[in-house]
Nanobody
Framework: QVQLVESGGGLVQAGGSLRLSCAAS????????MGWFRQAPGKEREFVAS????????RYADSVKSRFTISRDAAGNTVYLQLNSLKPEDTAVYYC????????????????????WGQGTQVTVSS
């Protein structure tokens, strides 16, 4: 059974930092994309960042570029999201996702290309 388990969310003041982790088990995702999405109250889920197979390429939403960094461990089954310079508008539930057939690049920006999702972790940024 495939599972994605996220951790690292919490409450932080504006300008602060958090590091989210997502550990996958039950399947090897080293040759496919993993990513992060988020959903704020009353809004649709949106793309945040993705990592291609092997971590060779990363993509970011414009709203988080230069503030967030996505990375993967050497085995490729754990993905991290470093969140710096947090803003109140970053408040959302953050979801980790893994694909079995998208290797990265364009398809990694679209949630429908992901087969497995974590349970979500809350990030709250106070002003």
């Amino acid at each position: 059974q495939v599972q994605l388990v996220e951790s690292g969310g919490g409450l932080v003041q504006a300008g602060g930092s958090l590091r989210l982790s997502c550990a996958a088990s039950g399947r090897n995702f080293s040759s496919t994309a993993m990513g992060w999405f988020r959903q704020a109250p009353g809004k649709e889920r949106e793309f945040v960042a993705s990592s291609s197979w092997g971590g060779l390429s990363t993509r970011y939403a414009d709203s988080v570029k230069s503030r967030f960094t996505i990375s993967r461990d050497a085995a490729g089954n754990t993905v991290y999201l470093q969140l710096n310079s947090l803003k109140p508008e970053d408040t959302a539930v953050y979801y980790c996702a893994a694909s079995t057939y998208c290797s990265g690049y364009g398809c990694s920006l679209v949630d429908t290309y992901y087969d497995y999702w974590g349970q979500g972790t809350q990030v709250t940024v106070s002003s």
